[in-house]
């Protein structure tokens, strides 16, 4: 293997930002999804705050974006970061009832 193995691989910042986005989006939709579900009894709604949900998201979803970095930008690998970005919010909420 001659060169740098991450250029072989194909790895780059705008592939890394686009699977970041992909999993910031399934990140919200674990938060509003519910939400949505329950927009007819807007009264009991508990809104988050916009900056630490956008905060959390971010810094939860770097995990997804490392290890999808090396996947290519196509819609089947989107929603995998979907997916993923989804599935460490419901685990985060798993963790904090325990």
Partial sequence: MNGDPHLELGESLPRFLS????????????????????????????????????????????????????????PREMIKSVALGFALNATIVMLRLA
């Fill in 19 to 74: 699977h970041w986005l992909a999993a910031c989006f399934g990140h919200f939709l674990m938060v509003l999804l519910p939400l949505i579900t329950d927009l007819t009894d807007m009264t009991n709604a508990a809104w988050p705050k916009w900056w630490s949900l956008l905060l959390f998201a971010a810094a939860t979803s770097l995990i997804a974006a490392v290890i999808n970095a090396n996947l290519p930008v196509t």
